[in-house]
């Protein structure tokens, strides 16, 4: 029998309070969502922290900022309590309306997905729709109906299909553009240059080689859509996908000074949806992977 090292009984709450705190940045938001007082959430994060042996935060402004420890662990568990949350959920309800769940990246989720996901839901009514944050798909995760991934290439133990491309472009607002007169890559010398965590193309190996690079600002964010909004309210030039900047590009929020040259651009991931064989001939499974090649094919 396998021995799993858990938190005691006693800190497991622990978790749920602490991934809260995590998510919304700060013990206060936290105490009103989860409707408790802001020194029973710090008690629930000492308890935590007393167990691990490490701190779980760090304090930047009025804001709580997770550790590297602390993020990565927040990565293994956060699944888990999603795991619990949705058996709770079905143990709990007589009557369970069905449930599709999809999985793709937090900024495609975003920015892309949900302002489609209406059609979807006009079409199909008899579905609900829960939204997971996932790059790629783990099929052992059984929780899952199906996932938009983004990897290089589709995983052969999966039914898979490329829905789109990651075609980056450079993302500012009009007015920091025409403020900075930007119309090419040697314009950006002296600006704010914004960086996303953990995204294979990024400016230090677009500018590579140019001397002023190393004198140059950054602003570095966990995700693309915290780049595009920093975009958006002039803070500097960001990376990122067309098309999940393709609503604050039509809205004026967003506009591409310039294209990028291709031969500085690195292979790049692509997005993928899929499924495992036997979900993806479900009907629910297969009315999202069907509504979705329409939604692209406009």
């Known amino acids: 029998m396998a021995i799993h090292r858990l938190p005691p009984l006693h800190a497991l709450h622990a978790l749920h309070v602490f991934e809260t705190v995590a998510r919304l940045g700060g013990v206060r938001a936290a105490a009103a969502e989860l409707n408790v007082t802001p020194p029973a959430v710090s008690h629930q994060l000492d308890k935590l922290e007393g167990f691990l042996g490490a701190p779980l935060f760090i304090r930047r402004g009025r804001n709580l900022v997770l550790t590297e420890g602390a993020r990565d662990y927040l990565t293994e568990v956060r699944p888990g309590l999603e795991a619990i949350s949705r058996a709770t959920s079905v143990a709990t309800q007589e009557s369970q309306r069905e449930v599709l769940t999809v999985a793709a990246p937090p900024t495609l989720t975003t920015m892309w997905l949900i302002p489609k996901l209406s059609g979807f839901s006009e079409a199909f009514p008899e579905y609900d729709v829960r939204l997971l944050d996932r790059m790629t798909f783990n099929p052992e995760e059984r929780g899952v109906d199906i996932a938009i991934e983004y990897r290089f290439e589709p995983d052969p133990d999966l039914v898979s299909m490329q829905v789109l491309s990651d075609e980056v472009v450079a993302l500012t607002s009009a007015g920091y553009a025409e403020t900075h007169g930007i119309a090419g890559l040697d314009d950006l010398e ?33 995700y693309s859509l915290h780049a595009f909004e920093a975009a958006a309210r002039g803070s500097g030039v960001a990376l990122g996908n067309r098309a999940n900047a393709e609503r604050m590009l039509a809205e004026g929020r967003l506009c591409m000074p310039f294209e990028l040259p291709p031969e500085m651009l690195p292979p790049a991931p692509r997005y993928f949806m899929s499924a495992v064989s036997h979900r993806q001939r479900q009907p629910r499974v297969r009315a999202f992977w069907d509504w979705l090649l329409g939604e692209i094919a406009k």
């Open 190 to 222: 002296g600006v704010t240059l914004i960086e996303t965590e953990r995204r294979l193309t990024s400016w230090k190996k677009i500018l590579a080689g140019r001397s002023w690079l190393k004198h140059q600002r950054f602003l570095s964010v966990s």
